[in-house]
């Protein structure tokens, strides 16, 4: 009877039920035996600490449309690992031995960046572990598309949609902090299917200048108002400048409470206008899954489960040009993946009036 493991790690999404549903649904269908499922609790805290539930098929039904994630989730920073005097536990062995213990055949592991270095931990240790791209960050290297990120995006349009109707009505500068961690995905995704005419992203570092004048030529062309959207993870120009450890620092001294209203101040002193903020925060990874995310997770919960049924394992599911396939997790863990700033998005983004701040 094949033996499976299922986790849930680092922040959560929309699409993690409908990924753990298809993984579930496939192998009762394909392994034409019964399958012993097991659920980690909270993420790699339930693997180290032996804390999971046995499940049945029928607890995976229903959940296609459940945002969140059945088994609970947290963060466990691969640098934690190597940290037993927290609690006297080292946590490696400790999973390895949960893992043995329940005599899985199969741990899947649903997480984005950091989680899948621990995956590939766990596959040094000779775990037979499948990882799946989850993120609304869309950050996962080795991957065109992660699951949670279409969802992220249809929210943060949604915000971005809500304001332009009390902008125009009080002729406001907006500023609007997108998700994103340290990349610029669901920004640049979100500023085009929302209209937005400023985007800074991380990727590209902004001068204050540039979004001023940008601001103002759109008010002398006779708009009322202007969008601006900044990633929670946008940097400018003069920040790029400095070095890791002078830019954690001055980091560490902000006084307002993110880089949106940073913004918001300086914009508001250089023109002269009238400026707010918005943040739509965790709804960005809340609520249903979109109808792509349910696709894409089931598509990856499939995958990957007729590579445990084919005896494969170390990959992770990924989707390349539009085909789903499996890539080595060592290929791909500790890795982030960039918007690329000649990318055809952002190039069209340009052409359609939506400047980034850099010209
Ligand atoms: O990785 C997903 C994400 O939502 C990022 O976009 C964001 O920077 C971070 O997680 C927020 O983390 P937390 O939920 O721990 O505040």
Redesign the pocket.
């Known amino acids: 009877m094949p033996r499976i493991g299922l986790l849930t790690s680092?922040?959560d999404c929309q699409a993690l039920n409908a990924t753990m549903r298809g993984i579930v649904k496939t192998m009762i269908n394909n392994a034409h035996e019964p399958v012993e499922i097991y659920g980690f609790k909270d993420g790699y805290q339930g693997l180290i600490y032996g804390r999971y539930d046995l499940m049945k098929p029928s607890d995976f039904s229903g959940i296609l449309t459940r945002g969140g994630t059945i088994l609970g989730t947290s963060?466990t920073p691969f640098k934690r690992l190597n940290t037993p005097e927290e609690d006297g536990v080292e946590k490696v062995p400790a999973m390895v031995k949960t893992y043995q213990k329940l005599r899985l055949d199969c741990l899947f592991m649903l997480g984005?960046n950091g989680s899948t270095k621990t995956a590939n931990r766990l596959r040094k240790e000779d775990l037979n572990v499948i990882a799946l791209p989850k993120?609304?960050?869309n950050d996962t290297f080795g991957t065109d598309l992660t699951f949670g990120f279409t969802s992220a995006v249809e929210v943060a349009t949604r915000c971005i949609d809500d304001i332009h109707t009390t902008a125009s009505s009080h002729g406001r500068v907006f500023v609007i902090e997108i998700?994103?961690?340290k990349v610029g995905w669901i920004p640049l995704y979100s500023a085009v299917a929302g209209g937005a005419d400023v985007c800074l992203i991380p990727e590209i570092p902004y001068d204050i200048a540039n979004v001023q004048a940008a601001i103002e030529r759109r008010m002398e062309a006779g708009s009322r108002f202007t969008i601006v959207v900044v990633a929670?993870g946008a940097i400018s120009k003069q920040d790029a400048a400095l070095s890791k450890k002078e830019y954690k620092a001055k980091l560490a001294e902000r006084t307002s409470p993110s880089i949106a209203y940073d913004l918001a101040h300086q914009i508001e002193q250089a023109t002269g206008r009238e400026t707010r903020v918005a943040i739509p925060g965790?709804t960005?990874?809340g609520g249903a899954p979109d109808a792509q995310d349910r696709i894409f997770a089931s598509q990856c919960g499939v995958e990957a489960a007729l590579g445990a049924l084919e005896g494969e394992y170390g990959f992770m599911v990924a989707q390349r040009n539009g085909s789903m396939c499996r890539v080595p997790i060592e290929e791909v863990a500790g890795k982030l993946k960039y918007v690329d700033p000649q990318s055809d998005l952002v190039r069209e983004a340009r052409a359609l009036g939506i400047s980034f701040g850099d010209e």
Do not use: A, L, S
């Open positions: 680092g922040g963060r984005g993120t609304i960050d998700m994103g961690h929670e965790h960005q990874r």
